[in-house]
């Protein structure tokens, strides 16, 4: 909740304006967070808060907000402050047994929670694993996973390393029964499906792909159903809902929530804690409370208040948690849903099969209104046919979530509904299959500015629902702040090299005058970590890089361009510049087929080569053709920047046996070969460019990079060193 909503749920009760006390509490509760956490504009957000309760002239409210704020910061500093149990065990080579849900593996002993890497290819159970006990590193790239910090909201503080699987028992007791029922007689691809559906459970789906290449998760993603597997209020609602159909013959309504309130609970247990489940069911609980004891119908912004306050209570560091802030958002949004829908002209007088795809239409375009700023800053992208995909897959989800959990409550006795279970579920993806081939609106990371403008742009909005606004003052607000935040990207448009941290591997974005390249896209050989995916193309969009003019793979090493896939699948590129077409790499192969399937230029370039953009000019320096040398390193493409008095280089894995050779002359910066090797970066290379800097793209590896030796050169030379390994990703200006 945020301080626009504040302004929209002061309500009037007879004459008398009133703000509902739990409203009060949860902004209060989440500025404390906010203050203890570091943001001032938590300060803000209280002042905001204390201005509503004095507004509507209750000092009760203001009594609420301060202790409420003094619970928010306190609970938010013991949560930072709690000592790791795990940290006598940080660096060391261990072996852990306990309990795997699919995302975590929980200790008894130590009690605590730790990720592993490479995850477990199993099903949730007791597993025992070997490997290295390590921090969690942070956001290193721009529009980057910060890993550090997820996990510490859901409560781990150490990650173990080059896990080797040594002993596993699958899980058992109701939770195994029920992860049988899910999955007997289905395939592998409906099962993970099933699995995230009714458990949350996306550590299958995750791994699984369409015949077509592309990953479901990412289709759902771009299809803006990702929802659909992230559980939340529609599975709580449906299943309620199928269960109270079965007690409709109960005498009375009060009985009905009484019966309704165990199941709530069960369920609650099945799945376990996150912060859209315990939304949906405190929220449900609060209801059937109301029903049981006869309080009626009560305040829905009053309802959302004590979910949120019970949340942040026990979980102040879900406030920062994306799945906490869509989730309340959404819910906030779907409030105004019987207004939207009551704007379409004589509603009422339609058939019910109408009203309710208007209903649900409204109900969709809010909730993705609400998110957006969310959805584009987190995913750097937003779904362009998110309505009419919600509205068939919603139709799908009403039958396959009440069916697909009675398939777990029968355990192995599932085989008789789950032939249904697996034509649903088939539906399902068939649906995210074709949504996802549709476009996406690709975004970059949105500043506080922007954020503050979507902030007045929702409250413009919503006060033009409730009739406070005219529709010609809301479009013109509308306007005006999309031209103000449109206009500082045109007037400024960047000019800087950008040295991305993808760990041992190499990837450079330039961008100038227009001219947008990128050299090589990283990679992680012998992982299942696609850093094209999950660190390249989110840092490009962060970027607000939504198309590139030229894509350089230097040479056929997996750590330079196995990451150039993912990009090329994804943005849509100029040229593809290679030297050595050596096809017979099977990475290399992958990115030549991924340009032919898009229909990208594959150019070899060749010494001479070059592109220019107003002053600033790419040369080709190497390689000069044929004969190939027989190690990849030898071919690389190596490219040369000038822009007016600037000069830098970018030498792939060049040896230095060939720098030396191409007449580099003098660099104002120098990116080394080989991530550091002994075997590039020689003092005779280093005496011909006189750089003032150096940059070295590095990560964690057993190879020695960057050598001593090179850093020894680089010192004895008083070149400064800047390495990503160190300081994250580089961006270096041009002048």
Known sequence: MTPVVASAVVLERGRRAFLPWPVVGALALMAGVLVAFGAWWGALLLAVVAGAAAWVRAPALMLVA????????????????????????????????????????????????????????????????????????????????????????????T?????????????????????????????????????????????????????DGVAVREAFNRAGL?????????????????????????????????????????????????????????????????????????DVYGVIGLAAMASLALHPAWLFDVGFQLSFLAVLALTLTPRVAAMVPRLGERHRVVRALVYGAAATLLAEAATLPVVAHTFGTVPLVGLPANLVAELIMGALVPLGFLAGLLGPLAVVVNPLVGVLADALLAVAQAAGRAPVLTWGNVSAAGFAAYGVFALAGVLAVLGRVRPPAFLAVAGVLALGTLLPAHLSPPRDITYLDVGQGDSTL???????????????????????????VPALRALGVRALDVVVATHADADHVEGLTAVLNTLPVGELWVGHRHEADPVLRAVLDAARARGVRVREVRR??????????????????????????????????????????????????????LGLGRLSVLKLAHHGSRHSSSAALLRETAPADAIISVGRNTYGHPHGDVLDRLAGAHVRAWRTDQLGTVTWPIP
């Open 608 to 661: 001479g080569d070059h592109v220019q953009a107003g002053d600033v000019a790419l040369n080709v320096l190497w390689p000069r053709g044929a004969p190939w040398s027989a190690a990849d390193n030898d071919n690389s493409v190596a490219v040369r920047l000038e822009a007016l008095t600037f000069r830098t280089a970018f030498l792939g894995d060049l040896p230095s046996s060939v720098e030396d050779t």
């Open 510 to 536: 330039i961008r100038a005058n227009g001219l947008r390249v990128l050299i090589d896209g990283g990679g992680s050989p012998g992982s299942d970590f696609d850093v094209g995916a999950r660190t390249v």
């Open 159 to 211: 990650v173990l390393v080059g896990a080797r699987g040594r002993a596993y028992a699958p899980e058992a007791g109701v939770r195994g029964w029920f992860r049988r029922g899910l999955n007997v007689g289905l395939s592998a691809r409906q099962a993970a499906l099933m699995e995230a559906v009714e458990l949350g459970d996306r550590s299958d789906i995750g791994r699984e792909a369409f015949e």
């Open 226 to 298: 990702a929802h659909l597997m992230a559980l939340s209020g529609q599975n709580v609602a449906l299943l309620l809902g199928a269960l109270a159909f079965v007690l409709v013959r109960s005498p009375v309504a009060r009985v009905r929530a009484w019966l309704l309130v165990p199941a709530l609970g069960a369920y609650w247990w099945l799945v376990g804690e996150s912060p859209s489940v315990d939304r949906a069911c405190l929220m449900a609980l609060a209801v059937l409370l109301g029903t049981a004891t006869g309080r009626g119908r009560l």
């Open 66 to 157: 301060l202790v409420c704020f003094g619970v928010g910061f306190a609970r938010e500093r013991a949560w930072w402050a709690a000592p790791d149990v795990m940290t006598p065990w940080v660096g060391a080579r261990v072996t852990l047994s306990g309990e795997w849900d699919g995302q975590f593996l929980r200790l008894a002993d130590p009690p605590a929670r730790v990720s592993v890497r490479p995850k477990p290819r199993v099903d949730p159970g007791r597993v025992t694993v070997a490997g290295v006990l390590v921090r969690p590193e942070g956001r290193r790239t721009p529009g980057g996973f910060d890993e550090a910090f997820w996990l510490r909201t859901s409560g781990v503080r």
